[in-house]
T-cell receptor, first 110, second 113 residues
Framework: QKEVEQNSGPLSVPEGAIASLNCTYSDRGSQSFFWYRQYSGKSPELIMF????GDKEDGRFTAQLNKASQYVSLLIRDSQPSDSATYLCAVPGSARQLTFGSGTQLTVLP | DAGVIQSPRHEVTEMGQEVTLRCKPISGHDYLFWYRQTMMRGLELLIY????????DSGMPEDRFSAKMPNASFSTLKIQPSEPRDSAVYFCASSQGGDSPLHFGNGTRLTVT
């Protein structure tokens, strides 16, 4: 059983700051990782995925993967109030069925 | 593309009643997943299908839960009889498999009184 752990938060950052969201996983064989964002009352939507060690950048979002430490993080630069949501880390199984962490609730304060 | 379509959006029912949730995946997606989300347990995978065939139903909590996928464009999740602890948001998602992401429907919020 793949396990994914996240700090549940809540995490509050001021507008314009960097928000750092963290996730650890138990299966050393995991090859890829997904970050989903879920606004209150809405469905999860994919914002980033990463396969390789190191950083992957997409606009204001950077995903960081350290396979040796079994650690993946998501950085949001220049945080905006519209980034306020729950962020879910997920690890895929053999058929891309995802095991999700419990999510970190982020609030960006204007 | 209309995305994954779920119905109903909200369902309120009394304990003991049968509940049927419906899902239409994105056309061309070979995989369909049913998830349940609660505050206590987060997003849990209940069952998933590949080419209309159930592959893994180990997440289905009890025999009261059943799921079918009679064709590539339709799936149902049935709870009979329903209980208050079944109250949750049920999501359907589909994907093309491989490295393609999961696309979620808007979910069905189920309340069992």
């Amino acid at each position: 059983q793949k396990e994914v752990e996240q700090n549940s938060g809540p995490l509050s950052v001021p507008e314009g700051a960097i928000a750092s969201l963290n996730c650890t996983y138990s299966d050393r064989g995991s090859q890829s990782f997904f970050w989903y964002r879920q606004y209150s009352g809405k469905s999860p939507e994919l914002i980033m995925f990463i396969y390789s060690n190191g950083d992957k950048e997409d606009g204001r979002f950077t995903a960081q993967l350290n396979k040796a430490s079994q650690y993946v993080s998501l950085l949001i630069r220049d945080s905006q109030p519209s980034d306020s949501a729950t962020y879910l880390c997920a690890v895929p199984g053999s058929a891309r069925q995802l095991t999700f962490g419990s999510g970190t609730q982020l609030t960006v304060l204007p | 593309d209309a995305g994954v379509i779920q119905s109903p959006r909200h369902e309120v029912t009394e304990m003991g009643q049968e509940v049927t949730l419906r899902c239409k995946p994105i056309s061309g997606h070979d995989y369909l997943f049913w998830y349940r989300q609660t505050m206590m347990r987060g997003l849990e995978l209940l069952i998933y299908f590949n080419n209309n065939v159930p592959i893994d139903d180990s997440g289905m909590p009890e025999d009261r839960f059943s799921a079918k996928m009679p064709n590539a464009s339709f799936s149902t999740l049935k709870i009979q009889p329903s209980e208050p602890r079944d109250s949750a948001v049920y999501f359907c998602a589909s994907s093309q498999g491989g490295d393609s992401p999961l696309h979620f429907g808007n979910g069905t919020r189920l309340t069992v009184t």
